[in-house]
């Protein structure tokens, strides 16, 4: 009887417990089905309307129905989400994405741009007056130029006013690359043998003569249309670097001096500002100053450890003023962070300032460790800022920019077996400004 009692009790409950777990207790469903959502957006134009670079270029897209806060507008070209940098209603300032996977693709067509505010349920595209997509293009700001690798390292570069690149690699050959149409080139000897592996200094100058040096006290010249290369001059202490200024001056620095030498008649260097317990590594002429970038290994604690510096040109000949401090790198990348390799100016007297690369060691193994390749110091507000963060990598050894919108860099990898590590090449960079003169390549 007992036995029955219990298994009716037990029957009972578990009735219960079956019937009770069917009461769903959820919260209310968010879903609202009466609810249209905000309105779609809808692309009436985009400027530029067709092409850009990729992931450093800006779009604006006219239109409706955005959202004021940028943050809450979904932008797409194909897979890749842009930035949306600013927004009204009716306007989108929007950053591009990277798009392009192979190092070796410099353009991509037919994307698709669309766009939703958060809210909203379908995308609105960015359409031809027929309804059909419009396709968009994205193209690389920096590309690989002139066929290097690690089989020809390549060390220093310039051009001529014309625009085309003479390159010098550790095979002692300097070649000229002719632009062919947009990303094409021919490449020539132009200096059969330059005699030494690695050459740390090249400029064109007066009458299509080209210079370089070699980190030792020697100058070398090659003659107009190139040619067998020959001894210029010997300085004092060993230079790293040069640069003309408009008189025909060729200023040259390395260890303990700049030298002003004259590359007419009989050459000549003289020492003409002390730069005592200095490593310079960049020398670059701009608005009738000497620029000169590098480290200081002095004990005077008033000197930055890391920095730029100019002295004013005070004569045809050459004489140069006191030595003045523009920038401590310091204040940028701390006492241990990397390095200035090259420096340049565009026409708006911006300083481009071109970093060595860092990696972590942990014993034998070694990885890259990205840092901006090229900041942009505005010399009067001090401010600093990176340049085509995105898609440059370090180091930026060398550089030059042509006679028109482009900075032709070195990537001399220092590791290139490092995990992670950027390939040694040319790069290309394509921006929408030109360079401060080259006075050697305009005498």
Known sequence: MKKD??????????TFLVFSACDNNYPPSPWNANDPGKPNAVITSISPADTTFEGVGTIEISGQNFSAVAEENIVFFNAERGVVLEATPTLLTVQTPVVMTSPTQNWLDSIKIKLAPQGAYEFGAYLNPDGTNHPYRLKRAAIEYGSYDAGDKPHALDCDSTGALYVVGETKVIYKIVPNGVYGFTKTSYCPNTGFAIITGLKMGPDGRLFYLRKEK??????????????????????????FDQNGTLFVAGADSIYAVNTTGTPKGTGVAEYKDFAIVSVRVYDNYVYVAGTYKGTDATIAKKGIWRNAITSTAGALGTREEVYDWTDNV???????LSITFDEDGNLYIGSKESYVT????????????????NKDTQTIEPFYASVLNPPVTYMTWDNQNHIYCVRLTELEAATGAPTIRVIRVELNKHGAPYYGRQL
């Open 5 to 14: 009692q219990i298994f009716c009790v037990i029957v009972a409950m578990t």
């Open 218 to 243: 020697n100058i070398y010249v090659v003659p107009a249309g190139g040619g067998a290369k020959s001894e210029l001059v010997k300085v004092s202490s060993k230079v790293t670097d040069l640069d």
């Open 334 to 340: 701390g006492a241990n962070g990397p390095d200035i």
């Open 362 to 377: 942990v014993g034998d193994a070694s990885t890259f460790v990205k840092n901006t390749a090229i900041s942009i110091l």
